[in-house]
T-cell receptor, first 109, second 117 residues
Framework: DAKTTQPTSMDCAEGRAANLPCNHS???????VYWYRQIHSQGPQYIIH???NNETNEMASLIITEDRKSSTLILPHATLRDTAVYYC??????????FGTGTRLTIIP | GAVVSQHPSWVICKSGTSVKIECRSL??????MFWYRQFPKQSLMLMAT?????????EQGVEKDKFLINHASLTLSTLTVTSAHPEDSSFYIC?????????????FGDGTRLSIL
C-alpha cells in the first residue's frame, strides 16, 4: 500500500482558497487518490477522488501532478464549516481505506 | 448522494453488557460494509470487513468473538460488542461502498460513541 504524507496542520482565512498538499511518491499505476474529511465527532465525509486527471465537483478540486507523486485538494472558497481533519488516502489493491493522521485545517474568520 | 445511517449515535452502559450497533445503507445496496474504531485524538482504524451472506474478515489484533459482525442483508450490517468493558469505550464508525465498481468511494455513517462505565 502506498503511503501518503500530509502536513500536520494548516490555517486558511475564511473566503480564501484552501490548498491542501499530499505526497504519495510510491503510488502504483492503478491506485486512485481519495480525499475524505472528518469534522469533529462525526464520521468521515467523502470529498473527491481521481486517478491521473484533475477532477472537480461541487465540494472541491483535485489536482494530481503528471508523475502522480503528489496531489493538491483545493477548497475554492473556504468557510468556517470547512474546519476539519482532511485525509489523503491511496486506495490499496485490496480495497481497504487506510487512514493516516491527516491535515488539521482551521479556517480563520 | 449515497447515505449511510448508523444507530445509535451514543450509548452509555454498564461493564459486562453487550451493545449492538446498526449500520444501514439507505439508498443503495452494499455487499460490503466496513467497521472502524477511533480512540480520542487518533485516526480511524479498520476493525473488520463485513460481507453480505458470509463471515466477516477481521483485521489483525481484533477479537472476532468480542466484536460480532452480522451482514444479513444488502442494506444492514450490525456490530455487537460483547461483554463490553471500559477499554472498549470508543467511537465506532461504519462505512459502505456503492456497488457500481470497486473504485467507488466508501460512504460513512455518523458514528456511535460508546461509553462503558
Amino acid at each position: 500500500d502506498a503511503k501518503t504524507t500530509q502536513p500536520t496542520s494548516m490555517d486558511c482565512a475564511e473566503g480564501r482558497a484552501a490548498n491542501l498538499p499530499c505526497n504519495h511518491s510510491t503510488i502504483s499505476g492503478n491506485e486512485y487518490v481519495y480525499w475524505y474529511r472528518q469534522i469533529h465527532s462525526q464520521g468521515p465525509q467523502y470529498i473527491i477522488h481521481g486517478l491521473k486527471n484533475n477532477e472537480t465537483n461541487e465540494m472541491a478540486s483535485l489536482i494530481i501532478t503528471e508523475d502522480r507523486k503528489s496531489s493538491t485538494l483545493i477548497l475554492p472558497h473556504a468557510t468556517l464549516r470547512d474546519t476539519a481533519v482532511y485525509y489523503c488516502i491511496v486506495m490499496a489493491g485490496n480495497e481497504k481505506l487506510t487512514f493516516g493522521t491527516g491535515t488539521r485545517l482551521t479556517i480563520i474568520p | 448522494g449515497a447515505v449511510v445511517s448508523q444507530h445509535p449515535s451514543w450509548v452509555i452502559c454498564k461493564s459486562g453488557t453487550s451493545v449492538k450497533i446498526e449500520c444501514r445503507s439507505l439508498d443503495f445496496q452494499a455487499t460490503t460494509m466496513f467497521w472502524y474504531r477511533q480512540f480520542p485524538k487518533q485516526s480511524l482504524m479498520l476493525m473488520a470487513t463485513s460481507n453480505e451472506g458470509s463471515k466477516a474478515t477481521y483485521e489483525q489484533g481484533v477479537e472476532k468473538d468480542k466484536f460480532l459482525i452480522n451482514h444479513a442483508s444488502l442494506t444492514l450490517s450490525t456490530l455487537t460488542v460483547t461483554s463490553a468493558h471500559p477499554e472498549d469505550s470508543s467511537f465506532y464508525i461504519c462505512s459502505a461502498r456503492e456497488p457500481t465498481g470497486k473504485r467507488q468511494p466508501q460512504h460513512f455513517g455518523d458514528g456511535t460513541r460508546l461509553s462503558i462505565l
